[in-house]
């Protein structure tokens, strides 16, 4: 079912009941002494639209997300399904083929696919029937228990209050969870993994070339050293990308709220930020067509003769250029809110701007653009288009950014890419490699929450 029918029956029956309840309230009031009551009609309309919208909205969103597999299933079962290829991926394109069919929104190309496409119809239409009599009945049970508390000493406000601020507490725990989540699923993999290699071969190891086409029992450690991974991770996206971003984000900070007057600032600002808001395939379409280019004809114009288009170089400096925003608006942001004082006491005791800004603002100010830095940080090393399109496939251990390199991102795309088996080590690999760069990433967090700590104590 698509959003808009969800929100419908959701909400259709908690406006009847949000009526309803308000109309009972009316009649409390009226019979309350002195006109006096425990809750406006409001207050009951509300508690009881919320116990019936919102259980409503809850089970159709999971019945959502489980029908489509039921359905599946369903169809699998049927007799129509029994001559589908063996083949895993040619199976699951005839059935999403017959499925589209009969949504109405694909077209047959497969003959085998026709003959589903009925089947399909009728779980569909079974399924979707159950949900909306399920919901409706889980509506009605709503009603019933907000019906039978809904009296003239209820107070309906505190138990509003109580239901958003369990609400409340759920949105906050989202985030918690989701990052639990990813935790424990990345764990679970990596142990698998790492039965079938040496951590400190993998760790350490200088060659990495899996091969997901081999026997997943025959497993070379030699074959997935992935420092070289971490290397050209750590050099595109922690040097080279930050000797553009650092420099350039602070020096347009500072000159957005120190020297810029209202007008420029006006203009600028916009337009620096725009920058965040372009996507990446774009930057890497202008790493690899224009600055990768450029960068091997100015070496082959001073004598390298082997540079090549693809290069670390070419992929840092365009990532660099896409997170200067990040830099620079968090040390704008953190700039302009040092207290005027400190910087009209710099200048009344004989100070220079220049003085001023490098002595007493920045330092002030060095918390949040730390956590700008960071950010960036964490926002190169997560980037992979650019490095797709810029910095080459190749696992190399160099410290040459005229050679091409590539990073742990694309290799986790490469390997959960293909075709091969979830049990295979060279699939397990992309796994590790995110764990991997989930320490790093918590390592780098960690160490700016010290640093902001540090400097913050200092500055109070």
Known sequence: MSPAI?????????????????????????????GRASAL????????????????LLFLLVWNLVAPDLIRQTVLASPAAQALPDFAMQR?????????????????????????VEPFREAIA????????????VGFAGAVWAFLRIKPDFRARSSIERGVLGLLVLASLVAILTTLGIFISLVFETFRFFQMVNPLEFLFGTHWGPDPMSRADVVDSSRYGALPLFWGTIFIGAIIAMLVAIPLGLMSAVYLTQYANPQMRKWLKPALEILAGVPTVVYGYFAALTVGPAIRDIAVSVGISNASSESALAAGLVMGIMIIPFVSS?????????????????????????????RVLIPA????????????ISRAIGETMIVVM????????????????????FQIVAMLTGEGSFDHPATLSAFALGFVLFLITLALNFIALRVVKRFREAYE
């Open 126 to 137: 079974r399924y979707r029937l159950i949900g909306i009599i399920v919901s409706l009945l």
């Open 390 to 409: 810029a910095a080459g496939a190749a696992a190399n251990l160099s410290a040459n950014p005229l050679e091409a390199m590539t990073t742990v991102t």
């Open 41 to 56: 009609p409001t207050h009951y309309a509300w508690y009881a639209a919320l116990w019936i919208a919102v259980p409503m």
């Open 6 to 34: 969800l929100l419908l029956l959701a909400l259709g029956p908690g406006l009847v009941g949000w009526l309803v309840a308000r109309r009972r309230g009316w009649m409390f009031l009226r019979e309350a002494p002195s």
């Open 330 to 358: 968090m040390a704008d942001d953190s700039i302009a809110a040092v207290p005027s004082a400190m910087r009209d006491g710099s200048l009344a005791l004989g100070a220079t701007t220049n003085e001023t800004i490098g």
């Open 92 to 116: 699951n394109a005839i059935l999403s083929e017959a499925q589209a069919a009969a949504r109405g929104t694909g077209t047959i190309f497969q003959p085998q696919a026709q003959d589903l």
């Open 365 to 376: 100010a060095l918390p949040g653009i730390v956590a700008g830095v960071m950010l960036a």
